[in-house]
């Protein structure tokens, strides 16, 4: 009876399962570290498409909420309350669209301060009954908890509970969980007026969309001593987040590729046993088919199995640094997220998508191998050797395409700028074995030691063996160091910049009644050199809104960093002005060009003689170099004095606050907003520094899981070694030093190219993508400390297979 065709088949597939099974399982640390590679490819790129997705729908809500629903501000001029009269006056005239708000501060018993905001609360109390209430003051849990205030929740929102201010009066309070008004406490106008009697009228009046005719008609009804005030437009901040996950997800792509470097280099290691056993196979007559079924299983097994891992590993992750996000966003861009991360069906999806494309570029050269005529004619695979030309061939083609690469620019160009740079990178990394080969061929010319030329030349002939996981090592040490620098660069900048901004020895801010005590107190003392006002308006240029402030003093302009300044003369009568390196390179504005702002029916005309950085702005500022009365605007807000002092100044702020009668947060100190200011900053590059730490630890990772069986696979040369005499210690030494050599070589390739992409990176990636730029700084200080950690992570990688590795018991 003969045997079904199928039945055959089937036989054949699961001899050939069985085969494979037996292979992971008698080789198990090497395909183990074959799946964590995967995983780990997978969770990396994976951890940052949650991250961002996360994120992203956060904060969507913010950022449909970007676009104020505030045109512009109707102030009174002297910095006094605009009163009820001219809010009814107004109001009579058909401008509906008028909102009035009154902001003003009184001393808790424990002698915080407490900020209000008076606004019409009725519609927030229809759209959030269990959170508002116009009956009682409504306080924030999170504002709550800065005041010192014990939160005690409650489900009744008539259940309220009481503060006491310092005067003795008590307020009921409803606490609610609504952090979006910031550090302030909602009370109903009504409630304010019933309150405290002492305040009169409104801070200022909000103006909601309005035509342009309806806008012309309101000023041209304003009385004189009232202007209107241009709202900050604050669109762009979400293109500023959007930023920040593109470089985040530029950061998750080359791990990706470090991962894949090692995946690939571990799948052609367990490989060249599976192969010998492959070719086996089809000599004795299996089908090439149910070879290929059975790779197939394997391929879709692997998926799954990395897929199931790298989702373990991005959720850890994810959960860890969705918070570390939440925080920068919240801090540099004002968009709140809640921070709890929660799992998507989508997430899943592309876990098993990235999964499938690492399984399949991991596996391509097998399944090339699998279906080539080779396999049939020979019961061995030979190794074929490195090919050097193949690799400078390509690696001279990308870094000619780079070189004939046009510069571009713009604020939506900084993609083509990282795929440029990005071409840079990928030529080091194709030139890389042939630069380690004719770097190890001079470094034996000098040295006349026999063992030292030996173990140079051995590491040379070893370059092409040890390709990949030296290939992903490079990835990662290039892209860490290049981070450092740019940290090192921002760090050297900003405090640069802080320190000429902050120039002061003394700021005091003031509200009008509290002026003309400050300045007479200012008068008064002999040790201050001088003190400077500082305004600021608000103006529009197109449809941009700008700060323009007024330099009032040569220590203002003095104060200033500058980035370019013409040395043209400027003509007698004409307005000069600077402006920051955000509104230069947005609006492509240059020197000594014609720049006109607008303010309702006002208009300044200056010409542009400097651009000063302003770091960490993600707004518009002109500073025009003449006092504030010269300048045809109106709607100037003064925010109190810088005090420049003679000598050393040991005065106590709090002692001062006290006798001016003011709060101590209207008393700062310069060092304490440097510190402030540079801490927050820092959490820019807290995620970039903490994914390039990670690619280092994945690139040794691979080096680790590299070593014992590139090592192993050399068995005749290290037997030849053996039978000459050398001790398990000598052969780890020869090893290891093989190894370190080539690191070395990496390490003097991996800097200047690290260089130059920090130097794009700070010069031409953050104007495009930021809005600003700053100066690279090359100290040995980041090139040293990243190298140092990558070799510190490097060595034990290195040394615990290769010392492990019993070299005469392998080869028995």
């Known amino acids: 009876m003969q045997t079904k065709p199928s039945t055959k088949t089937n036989s054949e597939f699961f001899l050939v399962l069985k085969a494979h099974l037996a292979e992971y399982l008698n080789k198990p640390l ?8 995967l995983a780990i490819a997978t969770s990396t790129l994976l951890c940052i498409l949650v991250l961002n997705h996360a994120s992203e729908q956060q904060y969507q809500a913010a950022n449909r909420g970007l676009k104020s629903p505030v045109s512009f501000y109707i102030v009174a001029n002297s910095g006094d309350n605009i009163s009820r009269h001219d809010f009814s ?86 606490y609610n969980q609504i952090n979006d008004w910031g550090k302030v406490a909602l009370v109903d106008l009504p409630l304010a007026w019933q309150l405290f009697p002492d305040i009169k009228g409104f801070s200022h009046l909000m103006v909601t969309a309005i035509s342009a005719d309806e806008k012309a008609r309101l000023a041209a009804a304003l009385p ?119 799992w998507h069906w989508l997430y899943s999806l592309w876990a098993f998508a990235i999964s499938a494309v690492a399984v399949f570029l991991a596996l391509l050269k097998q399944f090339r191998l699998i279906s080539s005529a080779k396999i049939a004619l020979t019961a061995r695979i030979v190794p074929q050797p490195f090919n050097y030309r193949a690799s400078a061939a390509i690696g001279v083609t990308l870094l000619a395409v780079f070189l004939l690469w046009p510069e571009v620019y713009g604020q939506n160009s900084w993609h083509l700028l990282m795929i440029k740079y990005g071409l840079l990178l990928i030529a080091s990394v194709a030139l890389l074995p042939n630069i380690l080969s004719y770097l190890l061929k001079g470094m034996s010319y000098f040295t006349r030691s026999f063992r030292v030329k030996f173990v140079v030349k051995d590491a040379r002939q070893q370059v092409g063996r040890r390709y990949l996981p030296l290939a992903a090592f490079y990835l990662a040490l290039t892209a860490s160091i290049s981070a450092a620098l740019m940290v090192n660069s921002f760090e050297k900048a900003f405090t640069a910049y802080l320190e000429q901004l902050l120039s002061a020895d003394l700021f005091i801010s003031y509200n009008p009644k509290q002026k003309n005590k400050v300045e007479a107190w200012l008068k008064q003392q002999d040790d201050i050199d001088e003190y400077v006002l500082f305004k600021q308006t608000v103006a ?129 100190l310069p060092e304490e907003i440097k510190t402030m200011a540079l801490a927050i900053f820092k959490q820019t590059f807290v995620l970039t520094q903490a994914i390039a730490f990670v690619l280092l630890i994945i690139a040794c990772f691979g080096l680790f899981l590299s070593a ?84 510190l992570i490097l060595l034990p990688a290195l040394a615990i297979p290769l010392y492990k590795l019993n070299v005469r018991a392998s080869l028995s």
Not at 103 to 109: D, E, H, I, P, S
Not at 319 to 334: A, H, M, R
Request: aromatic content about 10%.
């Open 30 to 37: 090497l395909n183990l570290g074959f799946i964590l590679s």
């Open 540 to 668: 529009k240029y197109g449809n941009d809104t700008l700060a323009v402030h007024a330099l009032m003093s040569a220590k203002q302009q003095n104060s200033l960093l500058f980035k370019a300044r013409s040395s043209k003369q400027q003509a007698t009568g004409q307005f000069s002005c600077y402006i920051n390196e955000q509104l230069s390179l947005k609006k492509g504005l240059a020197l000594n060009e014609q720049f006109t702002v607008e303010q309702g029916l006002q208009q300044l005309t200056c010409t542009i003689t400097a651009i000063f950085y302003d770091y960490g702005n993600q707004g518009y500022s002109v500073k025009i170099p003449l006092k504030a009365q010269e300048i045809p605007l109106s709607g100037w807000r003064e925010h109190g004095f810088g005090v420049y002092f003679k000598g050393r100044n040991n005065l106590s702020t709090a002692a001062l606050a006290e006798q001016l009668g003011l709060d101590n947060e209207q008393i700062f």
């Open 89 to 174: 006056h107004l109001k009579a005239q058909g401008f509906y669209q008028l909102a009035p708000i009154h902001l003003f501060g009184k001393t808790l018993a424990s002698g915080k301060k407490i900020s209000f905001r008076a606004i019409d609360i009725l519609p927030l109390v229809l759209a959030m009954p269990k959170s508002f209430t116009t009956h009682h003051i409504n306080l924030s849990s999170k504002y709550a908890k800065a005041l010192g205030l014990t939160l005690n929740s409650t489900t009744d929102i008539n259940d309220a509970k009481q503060i006491t201010l310092a005067d003795g009066q008590s307020l009921k309070v409803n």
């Open 708 to 791: 014992n069986n590139l090592e192993l696979a050399r068995k005749p040369d290290l037997h030849i070694l053996s039978s000459l005499g050398y001790s398990r210690i000598e052969l780890f030494s020869h090893m290891l030093m093989q190894w370190l050599l080539l690191a070395f070589g990496v390490l003097l390739l991996s800097w200047p190219i690290a260089g130059l992409l920090a130097k794009a990176l700070v010069a031409k990636v953050l104007p495009a993508s930021f809005g600003w730029s700053m100066p690279l700084v090359l100290d040995i200080a980041p090139f040293a400390l990243t190298s140092i950690t990558g070799l």
């Open 224 to 342: 004189e001593y009232l202007s209107i005030q241009e709202d900050w437009s604050l669109e762009e901040r979400e293109g500023f987040a959007d930023a920040l996950h593109l470089n985040l997800s530029a950061l998750a792509i080359l791990g990706f590729i470090v991962s894949l470097f090692i995946a690939f280099q571990a799948a052609d290691q367990a490989w060249q046993k599976r192969g010998e056993l492959a070719a086996k196979l089809r000599l004795l007559g299996v089908e090439l088919t149910s070879i290929l079924k059975v790779m197939l299983c394997e391929a879709l097994l692997l998926t799954l199995l990395a897929s199931i891992i790298g989702i373990a590993i991005a959720f850890a992750l994810v959960s860890i640094l969705l918070p570390i996000l939440g925080i920068t966003l919240e801090q540099l861009y004002q968009l709140r997220q809640s921070g709890h991360f929660q």
